[in-house]
């Protein structure tokens, strides 16, 4: 069954958060394996709007959804992507005041 990984992101800038839609919009065309196979099914991205948020904890701008075959491509892109690692590494250099993931299976 296919597992769907749910992010939202708190970018400030409206640039910023333009690029971010941009950049997750992409992934299963630009995220590949090792192999040079892409193994996202499928994502999307679009700026957001928080109607509910209790106690509210981040300005969530940007919400993302990327859909993998399996739970071994999902732990691939969390663990080896060497685009998801640059997103870490951009995200530990304060490009986002917050971030949150969830997956499920529907």
Known sequence: MAITRIGLIAVADDVKQNEAVTRFSNFANDCKKEDGQT??????????????DVPGSQPWTVVYEITFANEADMEYYQTKDPIYKELMKQAAEGKATGFIAVSAEF
Do not use: D, P
């Open 39 to 52: 193994y996202i099914v499928g994502s999307k991205a679009s700026t957001c709007t928080v109607l509910t």
